[in-house]
């Protein structure tokens, strides 16, 4: 089938194809994939400045990583454009094989000086995918010499400081900031020394198995099939993403056919769709927590009796994983994420109210205050706000509820300009304690001009040294069995601090597909890739 001549020919065919009646049964195309999903925190396809689960799902699809990790065993790494690496063994440097025959999207030939510079723009621009980076040491002065191209398909990786390598693995296996990017196309459209930042913000340059044909903000996103690409076609001719935030509306259209796959459904939704004869649920568990924070900027939470009130005894743990939670995260309060040798066993906060009118009236508020709750509106994230105002009303807390849009409430969280916040982050996509210590617990610069806004401990104004000392000591170590047990002090130490951030759920991704669609498998990392998916149609009722 050839492809549609111009963008507004493929919108218009993807509008007529979903238009279905009462009377007729409604199928999407066989070689297309319909996804309602939500795109509220979708707010830029910059690989160096895109946060959120949402764009890694794009990102994978359209550009491709050096490495990749499998599904089923995140600890495993994989090929991707790199066909062989090593650890050099101090530990201190990566080299890299790229592989033969990869192109881009624009025919150009994928070689290693694109990855290095890749990874390099990412430090240059210094936006928020930097953060990791910086975390292994590297800056805008070091990243050109530390990270280079030998030849045309050896890529070299110095690491400027002692760290883990195989965290730095990991990290080029799911951070979308690893992807690599057609380095000519970019500079074609690059502006005012932008490196292609305001271009990169909606449009793609990768050499992935689907190419970007539009993105329209919180309405639709279509990829094409890159015929050119380096395994083999996709089994896909074009995946079409749908914004779509009403769950009655999406259990609808899967109902009938309209869509093949849909996210962001309520629990009733989800479970009645579980029991129908055309539908079918995967759940996958992720590192990324759901968590209640607040602002230690603010003088009320720079006490830590009030954090302890607030985050550890005005929270019904017990309550919102019971009946808000199924199908979006289980029972967790620790930063580590479930799984990993390092984490420890739950602390078991609960709901105690009189504990908390006593540490309140210790810190100066026997009759409570008022604040607010920043909360983006959808769910799970306004059910968890609105249980926690209730709580929080029986200590005399008065919580004004600010729903919003992804940008708006994490803008605030990295501006550092809210009181309370129900979230959703903490790294967790690469399999390693690190990786959620890092983002929820570790801030080694707590002044606003370090803006490190990658860095929930940075957006909540909490510091630590201690607590950055023995997570950075715990990074540093070669023995396994002596770094886990460091990990698991450092863990402790998170919770005598009585941090700003506490986890209360870990993240589950529950996805309701059509059962004639084939070969999808959720990636715990999100990096979930749909270059094998297809469909095998069932007979219509």
Same mark, same amino acid.
């Given at each position: 089938?050839?492809?549609?001549?111009?963008?507004?020919?493929?919108?218009?065919?993807?509008?007529?194809?979903?238009?279905?009646?009462?009377?007729?049964?409604?199928?999407?195309?066989?070689?297309?994939?319909?996804?309602?999903?939500?795109?509220?925190?979708?707010?830029?396809?910059?690989?160096?400045?895109?946060?959120?689960?949402?764009?890694?799902?794009?990102?994978?699809?359209?550009?491709?990583?050096?490495?990749?990790?499998?599904?089923?065993?995140?600890?495993?790494?994989?090929?991707?454009?790199?066909?062989?690496?090593?650890?050099?063994?101090?530990?201190?440097?990566?080299?890299?094989?790229?592989?033969?025959?990869?192109?881009?999207?624009?025919?150009?030939?994928?070689?290693?000086?694109?990855?290095?510079?890749?990874?390099?723009?990412?430090?240059?621009?210094?936006?928020?995918?930097?953060?990791?980076?910086?975390?292994?040491?590297?800056?805008?002065?070091?990243?050109?010499?530390?990270?280079?191209?030998?030849?045309?398909?050896?890529?070299?990786?110095?690491?400027?400081?002692?760290?883990?390598?195989?965290?730095?693995?990991?990290?080029?296996?799911?951070?979308?900031?690893?992807?690599?990017?057609?380095?000519?196309?970019?500079?074609?459209?690059?502006?005012?020394?932008?490196?292609?930042?305001?271009?990169?913000?909606?449009?793609?340059?990768?050499?992935?198995? $689907?190419?970007?044909?539009?993105?329209?903000?919180?309405?639709?996103?279509?990829?094409?099939?890159?015929?050119?690409?380096?395994?083999?076609?996709?089994?896909?001719?074009?995946?079409?993403?749908?914004?779509?935030?009403?769950?009655?509306?999406?259990?609808?259209?899967?109902?009938?056919?309209?869509?093949?796959?849909?996210?962001?459904?309520?629990?009733?939704?989800?479970?009645?769709?579980?029991?129908?004869?055309?539908?079918?649920?995967?759940?996958?568990?992720?590192?990324?927590?759901?968590?209640?924070?607040?602002?230690?900027?603010?003088?009320?939470?720079?006490?830590?009796?009030?954090?302890?009130?607030?985050?550890?005894?005005?929270?019904?743990?017990?309550?919102?994983?019971?009946?808000?939670?199924?199908?979006?995260?289980?029972?967790?309060?620790?930063?580590?994420?479930?799984?990993?040798?390092?984490?420890?066993?739950?602390?078991?906060?609960?709901?105690?109210?009189?504990?908390?009118?006593?540490?309140?009236?210790?810190?100066?508020?026997?009759?409570? $205050?008022?604040?607010?709750?920043?909360?983006?509106?959808?769910?799970?994230?306004?059910?968890?706000?609105?249980?926690?105002?209730?709580?929080?009303?029986?200590?005399?807390?008065?919580?004004?509820?600010?729903?919003?849009?992804?940008?708006?409430?994490?803008?605030?969280?990295?501006?550092?300009?809210?009181?309370?916040?129900?979230?959703?982050?903490?790294?967790?996509?690469?399999?390693?304690?690190?990786?959620?210590?890092?983002?929820?617990?570790?801030?080694?610069?707590?002044?606003?001009?370090?803006?490190?806004?990658?860095?929930?401990?940075?957006?909540?104004?909490?510091?630590?040294?201690?607590?950055?000392?023995?997570?950075?000591?715990?990074?540093?170590?070669?023995?396994?069995?002596?770094?886990?047990?460091?990990?698991?002090?450092?863990?402790?130490? $998170?919770?005598?601090?009585?941090?700003?951030?506490?986890?209360?759920?870990?993240?589950?991704?529950?996805?309701?597909?059509?059962?004639?669609?084939?070969?999808?498998?959720?990636?715990?990392?999100?990096?979930?890739?749909?270059?094998?998916?297809?469909?095998?149609?069932?007979?219509?009722?």
């Amino acid at each position: 089938m050839k492809p549609c001549l111009t963008l507004r020919a493929c919108t218009l065919a993807v509008s007529l194809l979903l238009a279905g009646t009462a009377a007729v049964q409604a199928r999407t195309p066989d070689d297309q994939l319909v996804v309602g999903v939500s795109m509220n925190n979708l707010l830029t396809l910059d690989p160096a400045a895109a946060t959120g689960n949402d764009v890694v799902e794009i990102a994978c699809n359209v550009y491709d990583y050096l490495v990749e990790l499998d599904p089923k065993d995140t600890s495993k790494v994989l090929p991707g454009l790199a066909e062989s690496w090593s650890i050099a063994p101090d530990g201190r440097s990566l080299s890299f094989k790229l592989r033969r025959g990869a192109k881009f999207h624009s025919g150009h030939p994928v070689t290693a000086e694109d990855a290095a510079w890749s990874l390099q723009r990412v430090l240059r621009l210094n936006l928020a995918l930097a953060s990791p980076w910086k975390s292994y040491g590297f800056s805008a002065k070091n990243v050109e010499q530390a990270i280079r191209a030998v030849d045309e398909h050896t890529l070299v990786i110095d690491l400027p400081a002692p760290t883990d390598p195989r965290l730095v693995l990991y990290t080029l296996g799911t951070s979308v900031s690893a992807v690599v990017l057609d380095r000519r196309t970019v500079l074609e459209h690059e502006k005012n020394g932008d490196l292609g930042a305001a271009w990169l913000t909606t449009h793609a340059a990768g050499s992935g198995p $689907f190419r970007l044909d539009q993105w329209r903000a919180k309405e639709l996103l279509l990829m094409s099939r890159f015929d050119g690409y380096w395994r083999e076609p996709a089994k896909l001719r074009r995946v079409v993403l749908r914004h779509m935030t009403e769950s009655q509306s999406l259990r609808l259209m899967l109902g009938r056919g309209d869509l093949d796959i849909g996210t962001g459904l309520s629990v009733p939704d989800i479970e009645a769709l579980k029991k129908g004869p055309e539908t079918e649920v995967e759940a996958v568990k992720r590192g990324t927590l759901y968590y209640v924070a607040v602002s230690a900027k603010d003088p009320k939470f720079a006490d830590p009796r009030v954090r302890q009130a607030v985050l550890r005894h005005l929270i019904d743990f017990d309550g919102i994983n019971r009946t808000v939670m199924p199908h979006y995260g289980v029972y967790h309060q620790r930063p580590v994420p479930l799984g990993l040798p390092a984490t420890l066993p739950e602390p078991g906060y609960r709901l105690d109210v009189a504990a908390a009118k006593r540490l309140l009236a210790e810190a100066g508020h026997p009759n409570g $205050f008022k604040t607010t709750i920043r909360v983006v509106a959808e769910s799970p994230f306004t059910n968890i706000a609105t249980s926690v105002q209730a709580t929080l009303a029986q200590a005399g807390i008065e919580a004004s509820i600010l729903p919003g849009t992804g940008n708006q409430v994490y803008g605030a969280m990295r501006e550092r300009n809210f009181e309370i916040i129900v979230g959703r982050g903490g790294g967790g996509a690469e399999p390693h304690p690190h990786s959620s210590l890092r983002a929820l617990a570790y801030n080694p610069d707590n002044s606003d001009k370090a803006k490190l806004t990658n860095f929930q401990g940075w957006r909540t104004s909490f510091a630590d040294p201690a607590l950055n000392q023995l997570i950075e000591s715990a990074l540093l170590q070669r023995d396994e069995a002596k770094q886990t047990q460091t990990y698991q002090e450092a863990q402790r130490a $998170f919770e005598a601090a009585v941090p700003a951030i506490q986890p209360i759920s870990q993240m589950v991704d529950t996805v309701v597909l059509r059962k004639e669609v084939r070969n999808y498998l959720s990636h715990p990392s999100a990096t979930t890739r749909l270059r094998e998916v297809y469909k095998q149609r069932l007979p219509l009722p």
